[in-house]
């Protein structure tokens, strides 16, 4: 009878000992779904704040479509004011090319370079 005891016990023992192992083992599972759950709140968040600045790009857009705008409405009146000067910069610099190619025509023996000195 002890013996019948003894292996009772022996059993009950080492089916506590099984359980201690799941137990462990599902603490450590445990611990790992709290920080994976920790994980997902902390990507939501992260999300949220992304689509806060998102909707923010989006709600300058029309603002900043309306700089761009006038910006080009601006470079372009710009533009046409600059024409005129343009004219008249190409005007006197083909005026100035005449001038100064005929001016070489008439002192062509002038512009040529002295003779070389002797090596000193």
Same mark, same amino acid.
């Given at each position: 009878?002890?013996?019948?005891?003894?292996?009772?016990?022996? &059993?009950?023992?080492?089916?506590?000992?099984? !359980?201690? +192992?799941?137990? *462990?083992? /599902? #603490? @450590? =599972?445990?611990?790992?779904?709290?920080?994976?759950?920790?994980?997902?709140?902390?990507?939501?968040?992260?999300?949220?704040?992304?689509?806060?600045?998102?909707e923010?790009?989006?709600? &300058?857009?029309?603002?900043?479509?309306?700089? !761009?705008? +006038?910006?080009? *409405?601006? /470079? #372009? @009146? =710009?533009?046409?004011?600059?024409?005129?000067?343009?004219?008249?910069?190409?005007?006197?610099?083909?005026?100035?090319?005449?001038?100064?190619?005929?001016?070489?025509?008439?002192?062509?023996?002038?512009?040529?370079?002295?003779?070389?000195g002797?090596?000193?």
């Amino acid at each position: 009878m002890l013996d019948f005891a003894t292996n009772a016990a022996r &059993s009950v023992l080492g089916q506590i000992g099984v !359980v201690e +192992h799941r137990v *462990e083992h /599902l #603490t @450590a =599972v445990e611990d790992k779904l709290h920080e994976a759950v920790g994980a997902l709140h902390r990507t939501s968040a992260s999300l949220d704040r992304h689509v806060e600045a998102v909707e923010a790009l989006g709600d &300058s857009l029309p603002a900043l479509t309306a700089a !761009v705008t +006038h910006l080009c *409405e601006q /470079l #372009t @009146a =710009v533009l046409e004011m600059a024409a005129p000067v343009e004219a008249a910069e190409r005007e006197v610099e083909g005026g100035l090319r005449r001038l100064l190619h005929l001016g070489r025509r008439r002192h062509g023996a002038n512009t040529a370079l002295p003779p070389a000195g002797p090596a000193r």
